[in-house]
């Protein structure tokens, strides 16, 4: 129902049909519950499912994908994901964290059942003395990455 995600949907269901020249009917969920309810008993083909950080914890985040999370509910396993994630701690060097989190990363993007198709960001600018900001052709999202002082 989300405006950003149907629209993300639809350029994604394009991009199918284009791509494999397949037909893609797509379907809403009522609620986000009911869409994570589908895509933990798997009654879906392809699923777009919100992600969100509840905080700036990269652990926290990448936590949700553990082989024993209950937030898991994309059905992602594997031990060698779940060391990597294990290495991030408050107590680990900066660059332990961060050779763990790409490690990561590329652990998800590699087995294919998640795919990351597009990031948001907030931000907030204020005043006459800043340029204008870009629209991002996926769904009209206001994109503050280039928003200057003039």
């Given at each position: 129902?989300?405006d950003?995600?149907?629209?993300?949907?639809?350029?994604?269901?394009?991009?199918?049909?284009?791509?494999f020249?397949?037909v893609?009917?797509l379907?809403?969920?009522e609620?986000?519950?009911?869409?994570?309810?589908s895509?933990?008993?798997?009654?879906?083909?392809?699923?777009?499912?919100?992600?969100?950080?509840?905080?700036?914890?990269?652990?926290?985040?990448?936590?949700?994908?553990k082989?024993?999370?209950?937030?898991?509910i994309?059905?992602f396993?594997?031990?060698e994901?779940?060391?990597?994630?294990?290495k991030?701690?408050?107590?680990?060097?900066?660059?332990?964290?961060?050779t763990?989190?790409?490690?990561a990363?590329q652990?998800?993007?590699?087995?294919?059942?998640?795919i990351p198709?597009?990031?948001?960001?907030?931000?907030f600018?204020?005043?006459?003395?800043?340029s204008?900001?870009?629209?991002?052709?996926?769904?009209?999202?206001?994109d503050?990455?280039?928003?200057?002082?003039k």
């Amino acid at each position: 129902g989300d405006d950003e995600v149907t629209k993300m949907a639809r350029l994604v269901a394009e991009n199918f049909q284009q791509a494999f020249g397949a037909v893609v009917n797509l379907k809403s969920a009522e609620s986000e519950e009911a869409l994570f309810s589908s895509v933990k008993a798997k009654n879906y083909q392809l699923a777009i499912v919100p992600l969100t950080a509840q905080n700036s914890d990269v652990n926290q985040f990448l936590s949700k994908f553990k082989s024993n999370s209950a937030h898991n509910i994309y059905g992602f396993a594997s031990k060698e994901y779940d060391a990597e994630v294990n290495k991030i701690t408050p107590t680990a060097s900066e660059s332990t964290i961060i050779t763990a989190t790409e490690n990561a990363i590329q652990l998800i993007i590699k087995d294919l059942s998640i795919i990351p198709i597009c990031q948001f960001k907030e931000a907030f600018a204020y005043g006459k003395d800043f340029s204008v900001p870009t629209v991002s052709p996926y769904g009209g999202v206001v994109d503050m990455a280039l928003v200057r002082k003039k």
